[in-house]
């Protein structure tokens, strides 16, 4: 099971006082010490969170992803993305290190492309890094700086704090990633459960103008970071059934929905199911029902 997690559930489940929400317009920047922070569960179930997250920690972990689950001991520098789920697994109790967090428009005006185009941030990409202890102090050192300008009341604050958080990006960008894989021992499940997440994240659709934006085995394998073929035999293998097959399933419970609970055209239908023309829509729904989209419409 995974959960969509926004700032304010972030705070509820990582302090035992709710801190006070950042400044929409400013990205919604916060940065904090790991000390402060509730540990995680070893049991705690994948999110897929709506921000950005850059963590400085020391010790033993584990953090577990669409594909592999990633063994950290040390000084480590990571990088967590809105795209794909993930659970971050303490070992240790005492855990020292810093992180801070973002949304998308922290950098919208300072970067002439999207901070998710970065190579720290792309889904599949390599997260983590390892830091000798030169290092490590140097980012410390920003997160200082960070979390002295975040209480500050100066009026151009988040200029600063953005060029602190890029010297971090800039840091790991020149270094070379290192991944130490712990072998999970049910990482096919662990796939298989995260495309279902993202399939029904897509659902349910509540306006003409909200449409499904992967339908296919290739979109889903992309946003995870996988190649297509170890996606489909990770879901094939946990469920008996093919990725194809789940997601059609789910596009047909979608479009009896749609039919039956809403006065909207077929081909407003079709465009929201992600069809290039209604017959198409038609063709696809009888295949899969033995009936037409019309006649559901009227029982």
Known sequence: MQDNKNLESFYRSKFDEMPSLPPIGAGEFNVFCLADT??????????????FKIMLIQGKHRCHYADKSIAIDGYTLLFFNPSVPYRFERLETNTVGFFCIFKELFFTESQRNGVHDLSVFLPGGKPVYSLSEYQQQEVAILFEKMLAENRSDYKFKYDLLRNYVSEIIHLALKMEPN????????????????????????????????????RSAADFAGKLGLHVNHLNRAVRLTTGKTTTEHIASRIVIEATALLKHTDWNISEISYCLGFAQPSHFTYFFKKHTSTTPTSVRFV
Not at 38 to 51: E, M, P
């Open 179 to 214: 991944e130490q894989l712990y072998h999970h021992p049910d990482a096919n499940a662990r796939i298989t459960s995260i495309f279902t997440h993202l399939l029904e994240c897509q659902f349910p659709i509540n306006s003409p103008e909200h449409f499904v934006k992967m």
């Open 38 to 51: 509730v540990a995680d569960n070893a049991h705690a179930t994948y999110a897929r969170y709506d921000f």
